[in-house]
């Protein structure tokens, strides 16, 4: 029986959360996240101080991968059983995904004084030293969390991304083989055993994880993205334009799969199908690079420097990161003559860490234009130092020595070029100019100096 009128209006009260409790967890098992999140915050608002509720609401929030929310629910969950290792193992795999490394690493240290069998604890603060650039303390805990559990798939996982971001190909490989091996149902498993298959040269291989992944997920249009890029790369013109096409199947606004399908087009020939593509990639996402720059050189082909000056500049203010596309887009602004232009993509191409001999000559050539000539030839210089048997190379430092009077110098690479390749056209006949240029000079130096004895 009960007391009171209150007591019998909170006993219902209670029910009803519970009700929702338990539909909010259908709706969690259905996939269908966001409703179970309302359902649970009905709950929540009806018995507030419930920890498995709380627990239960970051969970749904992770899946919906609102991190940092998830957080807010995991600590007040906390607030109610403070020493609950698997809240504050969820905690911390949070703090990790929101960046917050020092504080994942005591929620994990935390779990260890708590319960030192706890294997989760070592296992994920594999992604957590990983994420910090740590790969030794990576693998530290890998092998800790082995002494535990010898046949946890995740750890595997997790240490497979660790050797993947160090570019330990078949290291990774061979933990993900064991990962599947312990749970073939692990998400996305054969997604990563393609890209590092991929990137390691594996072709057929990677072709069949794509495929095995596909048939678990032939909607997930992240793995369909992927497989096309490397339909692409691997020239499968045709296969990759599907892939793309069904992207956008799924998802019109999909601006990825249109530049992409732009790829196809160009590399086809068909450019006016490819700025149709690239054209409507930008529609869609304002901010993706490349499509400003592919859409340059369509317009550059066209002799419409108006257009492509402003694409470039344009594409140049989206903080392109490729050294290669940097490149591209400070020798199109040196032929259309913008100098300043041309040398702030060079600069900021030798900022990246893919470059390479080629930006500081971009570099070199624009400040030479500028009739810089010390300036270009530091940068050619160090060009020659990453690229010693680049003929170019030599050849332009030979000619901008010219232009400082620097006859020995001059001579010197415009000999070292012809060694590189003494039958090699355009340069052997510009090697000769130069020889003969600096010849020249230095007879008129020794006329001058007889005239001068004379007078």
């Given at each position: 029986?009960?007391?009171?009128?209150?007591?019998?209006?909170?006993?219902?009260?209670?029910?009803?959360?519970?009700?929702?409790?338990?539909?909010?967890?259908?709706?969690?098992?259905?996939?269908?996240?966001?409703?179970?999140?309302?359902?649970?915050?009905?709950?929540?608002?009806?018995?507030?101080?419930?920890?498995?509720?709380?627990?239960?609401?970051?969970?749904?929030?992770?899946?919906?991968?609102?991190?940092?929310?998830?957080?807010?629910?995991?600590?007040?969950?906390?607030?109610?059983?403070?020493?609950?290792?698997?809240?504050?193992?969820?905690?911390?795999?949070?703090?990790?995904?929101?960046?917050?490394?020092?504080?994942?690493?005591?929620?994990?240290?935390?779990?260890?004084?708590?319960?030192?069998?706890?294997?989760?604890?070592?296992?994920?603060?594999?992604?957590?030293?990983?994420?910090?650039?740590?790969?030794?303390?990576?693998?530290?805990?890998?092998?800790?969390?082995?002494?535990?559990?010898?046949?946890?798939?995740?750890?595997?996982?997790?240490?497979?991304?660790?050797?993947?971001?160090?570019?330990?190909?078949?290291?990774?490989?061979?933990?993900?083989?064991?990962?599947?091996?312990?749970?073939?149902?692990?998400?996305?498993?054969?997604?990563?055993?393609?890209q590092a298959c991929w990137v390691?040269?594996?072709?057929?291989?990677?072709?069949?994880?794509?495929?095995?992944?596909?048939?678990?997920?032939?909607?997930?249009?992240?793995?369909?993205?992927?497989?096309?890029?490397?339909?692409?790369?691997?020239?499968?013109?045709?296969?990759?334009?599907?892939?793309?096409?069904?992207?956008?199947?799924?998802?019109?606004?999909?601006?990825?799969?249109?530049?992409?399908?732009?790829?196809?087009?160009?590399?086809?020939?068909?450019?006016?199908?490819?700025?149709?593509?690239?054209?409507?990639?930008?529609?869609?996402?304002?901010?993706?690079?490349?499509?400003?720059?592919?859409?340059?050189?369509?317009?550059?082909?066209?002799?419409?420097?108006?257009?492509?000056?402003?694409?470039?500049?344009?594409?140049?203010?989206?903080?392109?990161?490729?050294a290669d596309v940097l490149l591209?887009?400070?020798?199109?602004?040196?032929?259309?003559?913008?100098?300043?232009?041309?040398?702030?993509?060079?600069?900021?191409?030798?900022?990246?860490?893919?470059?390479?001999?080629?930006?500081?000559?971009?570099?070199?050539?624009?400040?030479?234009?500028?009739?810089?000539?010390?300036?270009?030839?530091?940068?050619?210089?160090?060009?020659?130092?990453?690229?010693?048997?680049?003929?170019?190379?030599?050849?332009?430092?030979?000619?901008?020595?010219?232009?400082?009077?620097?006859?020995d110098q001059a001579e010197k690479?415009?000999?070292?070029?012809?060694?590189?390749?003494?039958?090699?056209?355009?340069?052997?006949?510009?090697?000769?100019?130069?020889?003969?240029?600096?010849?020249?000079?230095?007879?008129?130096?020794?006329?001058?100096?007889?005239?001068?004895?004379?007078?």
């Amino acid at each position: 029986m009960f007391d009171s009128q209150d007591d019998f209006e909170f006993s219902h009260e209670w029910d009803q959360a519970e009700q929702m409790v338990t539909e909010a967890f259908e709706l969690y098992e259905n996939g269908q996240m966001r409703q179970a999140m309302e359902k649970l915050d009905s709950a929540i608002q009806q018995g507030p101080e419930h920890a498995e509720w709380y627990f239960n609401m970051g969970l749904t929030l992770d899946g919906l991968e609102e991190y940092e929310k998830a957080i807010e629910f995991y600590e007040k969950a906390l607030e109610c059983m403070p020493d609950d290792v698997e809240i504050i193992n969820c905690l911390g795999v949070n703090y990790t995904r929101t960046a917050c490394y020092d504080l994942a690493l005591s929620t994990f240290e935390r779990i260890e004084k708590l319960d030192p069998d706890f294997e989760p604890a070592y296992c994920n603060r594999i992604i957590t030293y990983t994420e910090m650039g740590h790969y030794d303390k990576a693998e530290q805990m890998f092998y800790m969390a082995q002494q535990i559990n010898p046949d946890c798939p995740l750890c595997y996982y997790n240490i497979g991304n660790s050797l993947f971001t160090q570019a330990e190909y078949e290291r990774a490989i061979w933990c993900w083989d064991k990962c599947a091996q312990l749970d073939p149902k692990h998400p996305q498993i054969h997604y990563r055993l393609a890209q590092a298959c991929w990137v390691n040269g594996q072709g057929k291989r990677a072709r069949e994880e794509f495929l095995i992944e596909l048939r678990k997920s032939p909607s997930n249009l992240e793995i369909l993205l992927d497989f096309g890029l490397f339909l692409l790369e691997s020239g499968e013109l045709e296969s990759a334009r599907e892939k793309f096409n069904r992207i956008l199947e799924f998802d019109e606004t999909f601006a990825a799969a249109h530049f992409y399908l732009g790829e196809v087009f160009r590399i086809q020939e068909n450019f006016i199908r490819a700025a149709r593509c690239y054209t409507n990639a930008m529609v869609y996402d304002a901010k993706l690079v490349g499509p400003r720059f592919r859409l340059a050189e369509i317009e550059f082909a066209e002799k419409n420097t108006a257009g492509v000056i402003l694409l470039l500049r344009d594409e140049f203010q989206l903080g392109v990161e490729d050294a290669d596309v940097l490149l591209a887009m400070g020798w199109m602004f040196l032929r259309v003559g913008r100098l300043t232009d041309a040398g702030n993509c060079f600069m900021q191409a030798l900022n990246e860490e893919d470059a390479g001999y080629e930006a500081f000559f971009g570099l070199g050539m624009s400040l030479a234009v500028h009739g810089d000539y010390n300036g270009a030839l530091e940068c050619i210089e160090q060009a020659v130092m990453l690229a010693p048997n680049r003929p170019e190379l030599r050849l332009c430092a030979g000619w901008l020595n010219y232009k400082l009077r620097r006859w020995d110098q001059a001579e010197k690479n415009a000999c070292r070029c012809r060694q590189i390749h003494p039958n090699q056209e355009p340069y052997r006949t510009r090697c000769r100019q130069l020889l003969r240029a600096v010849r020249w000079k230095r007879c008129l130096q020794r006329w001058q100096k007889m005239v001068n004895l004379f007078r």
